[in-house]
Nanobody
Framework: QVQLVESGGGLVQPGGSLRLSCAAS????????MGWYRQAPGKERELVAR???????NYADSVKGRFTISRDNAKNTVYLQMNSLKPEDTAVYYC??????????WGQGTRVTVSS
């Protein structure tokens, strides 16, 4: 079992920045890919970015050049630095972790609101 706890969401003006964190606990020795997804009101959950243990990452086209995912394997934590935020980035952001067995885990979500 893996437990994920997100933090760092909030209200920010367009053009602003936020940094999300997701700390993993439990069976952390089995952590493989970690990532961030988001779900806006009335829309399906979508991938934002994900990162492998060595640090290889990929991003949704909508956030490329604005968001940066990183992970600290020693702290079992993944981060999402979000810059140049837009109103369309408003969503609940969920941390996801996939272990080597293939099982996936979700955090409880943290809300990001981009509004003036």
């Amino acid at each position: 079992q893996v437990q994920l706890v997100e933090s760092g969401g909030g209200l920010v003006q367009p053009g602003g920045s936020l940094r999300l964190s997701c700390a993993a606990s439990g069976s952390i020795f089995s952590l493989n890919v970690m990532g961030w997804y988001r779900q806006a009101p009335g829309k399906e959950r979508e991938l934002v970015a994900r990162i492998t243990p060595p640090g290889n990452s990929n991003y949704a086209d909508s956030v490329k050049g604005r968001f940066t995912i990183s992970r600290d394997n020693a702290k079992n934590t993944v981060y999402l630095q979000m810059n140049s935020l837009k109103p369309e980035d408003t969503a609940v952001y969920y941390c996801n972790a996939v272990v080597y067995s293939g099982m996936g885990y979700w955090g409880q979500g943290t809300r990001v609101t981009v509004s003036s």
